[in-house]
């Protein structure tokens, strides 16, 4: 059961017009399966939007243990995780959440709003290998993730001025 935090950070996401298209545009740039904007906190993994081809089983409010993410490491470090071959990868063959996941192939990019604040992950993933060794890649997925995260305040900048409308237009009145 999400908490009403992440229910209002999935729909949050959901309102971004732009979202599907992304979802949709990362899948064609990797030659991945599966596409999602996760909101990671300190103790939820949350899908908040998905783009799966591959039946993966996630919707949106679907959740995922925590701990068995990297999402959850990189909430950690704030760094983009990327590997196109897993098994044969030096640190991630032996790493829990592609042997938990079956997962061939990866890319994560931190989505980091303008105060700093760690809202979440763009990433993709699928369980054959992928070649992501082109850096536009990686460059082309972290400008998404800022388009997401400018999205997000502004949002939320938009609320402030509208609860601050709505608290001037009562002063008005007395």
């Known amino acids: 059961m999400t908490s009403p935090d992440i229910a209002s950070d999935v729909n949050a996401i959901r309102s971004i017009d732009a979202v599907p298209v992304i979802l949709s545009m990362v899948k064609h740039l990797t030659g991945m399966r599966f596409a999602a904007v996760a909101r990671v906190t300190e103790t939820k993994w949350v899908a908040c939007a998905v783009d799966d081809s591959i039946e ?20 950690q470090h704030k760094t983009p995780v990327i590997f196109g071959h897993a098994s044969a990868h030096p640190i991630f063959s032996k790493h829990h959440t592609p042997k938990t996941y079956g997962l061939e ?15 979440g992950t763009l990433c993709a993933i699928d369980s054959v ?5 082109e850096p536009a890649i990686a460059k082309t997925l972290m400008l998404f993730a800022q388009l997401i995260a400018l999205s997000l ?3 939320n900048n938009l609320e402030v001025t509208k609860a601050a409308l709505v608290d001037a237009n009562e002063s008005g009145r007395l």
């Open 105 to 119: 192939s990866y890319i994560s990019i931190p989505i980091v709003k303008a105060n700093g604040d760690f809202f």
């Open 56 to 75: 993966f089983g996630l919707q949106p409010g679907g959740e995922l243990v925590l701990e068995s993410t990297i999402g959850h490491e990189i909430r």
């Open 129 to 133: 290998p992928a070649n992501l060794d």
């Open 153 to 155: 305040d502004a949002q």
